[in-house]
T-cell receptor, first 116, second 110 residues
Framework: DAGVIQSPRHEVTEMGQEVTLRCKPISGHNSLFWYRQTMMRGLELLIYFNNNVPIDDSGMPEDRFSAKMPNASFSTLKIQPSEPRDSAVYFC??????????????FGPGTRLLVL | SQQGEEDPQALSIQEGENATMNCSYKTSINNLQWYRQNSGRGLVHLILIRSNEREKHSGRLRVTLDTSKKSSSLLITASRAADTASYFCAPGKDTDKLIFGTGTRLQVFP
């Protein structure tokens, strides 16, 4: 299996621009997680889906952030408009939720976002 | 949901030495996982220990779990420079999401 795939790997944009991050989970996994990692705040869970349905978006910092999962093999995280404080590494992870939320998660390589 | 707290925050050792990291948590769990993150990369799952297990091994890794003390330890034996990374614990409960702590930064000098 190719593992979790994220694109782009690097993104540099200017403040105010729209940014779209993409994720393809591992085939057969039914849960998907978006994280953000910074030196100051560590690894933060933004939102997670189960069977393509958002379960908990309480970690989404503000309305400028939105996430979708139109099917089992694709998810997007959109920031509009972007701000310099959104600069971070964004990770997508997937898991197979058989018994609960504590199943092993498989992380993608991350998207390094820099907003100027 | 609960976050594990790793200790120490940073650890520096020489190649060949053993590295021990600890994790504490506050409420009951179904399992506890350890992950590794190399600089600039995503987290990689190392090992999962269930609440009814006390010790588990995987290669040079040994994990213990003491549910009465709500703590776990990760031991890396005969460390290598390639073990340099951040290590995170994640106490898991089937009914709630995983929360990652700030991790232990391990530096192994050749």
């Amino acid at each position: 299996d190719a593992g979790v795939i994220q694109s782009p790997r690097h993104e540099v944009t200017e403040m105010g621009q729209e940014v779209t991050l993409r994720c393809k989970p591992i085939s057969g996994h039914n849960s998907l997680f978006w994280y953000r990692q910074t030196m100051m705040r560590g690894l933060e869970l933004l939102i997670y889906f189960n069977n393509n349905v958002p379960i908990d978006d309480s970690g989404m910092p503000e309305d400028r952030f939105s996430a979708k999962m139109p099917n089992a093999s694709f998810s997007t995280l959109k920031i509009q408009p972007s701000e310099p404080r959104d600069s971070a590494v964004y990770f997508c992870a997937s898991s197979r939720r058989d018994r609960g939320w504590s199943e092993t998660q498989y992380f993608g390589p991350g998207t390094r976002l820099l907003v100027l | 949901s609960q976050q594990g707290e790793e200790d120490p925050q940073a650890l520096s050792i020489q190649e060949g030495e053993n590295a021990t990291m600890n994790c504490s948590y506050k409420t009951s769990i179904n399992n506890l996982q350890w992950y590794r993150q190399n600089s600039g990369r995503g987290l990689v799952h190392l090992i999962l220990i269930r609440s009814n297990e006390r010790e588990k091994h995987s290669g040079r890794l040994r994990v213990t779990l003491d549910t009465s003390k709500k703590s776990s330890s990760l031991l890396i034996t005969a460390s290598r420079a390639a073990d340099t990374a951040s290590y995170f614990c994640a106490p898991g409960k089937d009914t709630d999401k995983l929360i990652f702590g700030t991790g232990t930064r391990l530096q192994v000098f050749p």
